[in-house]
């Protein structure tokens, strides 16, 4: 006898209820959990490990960087899913645009590409600052802004922002090894941050693909806690981090 496998009534609610408010990526959601084009703007350690998740649930995916010849080896062990390509390209592709670059480059992208993010109805920053890194005048002016959350807003005006997967990172792991190695037999929250009600939908549908369970902090203000080094950071059950949520201020 065939058996057909439906999806489970609550899993066919969040799809619809998706659906119903998302606008440009709805259709592609509702037809189905895997359908959504995924784009990211840097594929190194943090941004090969996301996409490379995505590509292995059935996303499409197109990881994007400077070099994008530089991305081959990363595009054959994510699977025929995905592919590589200019940042441009990648832009034009994704109906949901992961940012993953080093803070600096943030503005520059800001600049050349804010018209077109600004039309997605999700852009995921991933993105942190960092003086060791960045500088210490770009880390004072990002602290001036409020934190990460709002200053990535302000370099991206218009776009739909959810802050995610920023500080899986402790005791001298990184984040993006707990991606690809998540501790077995353990739900992992992620803590995300945003203001746009609809963006925070679909980032909560997308994520619940994966091994990570996310959950929302607060709005953007909130995107300083998300930062390696901060109360929030290290791997935490969704339980945990929604005690620690709390207690922010
Ligand atoms: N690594 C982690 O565990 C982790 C965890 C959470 C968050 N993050 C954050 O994620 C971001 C990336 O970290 P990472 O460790 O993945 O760094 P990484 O390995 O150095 O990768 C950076 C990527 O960004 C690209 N890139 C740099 N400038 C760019 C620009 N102007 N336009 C387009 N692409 C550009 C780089 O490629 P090209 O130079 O070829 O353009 C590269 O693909 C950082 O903000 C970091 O704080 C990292």
């Given amino acids: 006898m065939t058996q057909i496998f439906w999806p489970s009534r609550r899993r066919m609610l969040d799809v619809l209820a998706a659906a119903l408010i998302l606008g440009p990526a709805s259709k592609a959601l509702a037809q189905g959990p895997s359908t959504l084009k995924i784009a990211t703007i840097g594929a190194g350690n943090e941004g090969g490990a996301l996409g490379t998740i995505f590509a292995k649930l059935g996303h499409p995916v197109m990881f994007s960087s400077r070099h994008p010849e530089q991305l081959k080896d990363l595009v054959a062990a994510a699977g025929p899913n995905a592919r590589a390509g200019s940042v441009a390209d990648a832009v034009a592709f994704g109906d949901i645009v992961f940012l993953v670059v080093p803070y600096s480059a943030v503005e520059q992208i800001g600049r050349?590409?804010?018209?077109?993010?600004?039309?997605?109805?999700?852009?995921?920053?991933?993105?942190?600052?960092?003086?060791?890194?960045?500088?210490?005048?770009?880390?004072?002016?990002?602290?001036?802004?409020?934190?990460?959350?709002?200053?990535?807003?302000?370099?991206?005006?218009?776009?739909?922002?959810?802050?995610?997967?920023?500080?899986?990172?402790?005791?001298?792991?990184?984040?993006?090894?707990?991606?690809?190695?998540p501790p077995p037999g353990q739900t992992v929250g992620v803590p995300i941050a945003g203001d746009d009600a609809k963006a925070i939908t679909l980032a909560t549908q997308l994520f619940k693909q994966t091994r990570f369970e996310p959950v929302l902090i607060g709005g953007l203000a909130k995107g300083k806690y998300l930062v390696p080094g901060s109360v929030i950071s290290g791997v935490h059950t969704p339980d945990e981090l929604r005690k620690i949520a709390a207690s922010l201020d």
């Fill in 112 to 181: 050349d590409y804010g018209k077109a993010l600004a039309t997605k109805p999700l852009v995921v920053d991933v993105s942190n600052p960092s003086a060791a890194r960045d500088g210490d005048a770009l880390a004072k002016w990002v602290d001036e802004q409020g934190g990460a959350g709002l200053a990535t807003a302000k370099l991206l005006p218009g776009a739909h922002i959810v802050r995610a997967f920023n500080n899986f990172g402790h005791n001298g792991i990184h984040g993006a090894e707990v991606l690809t190695n």
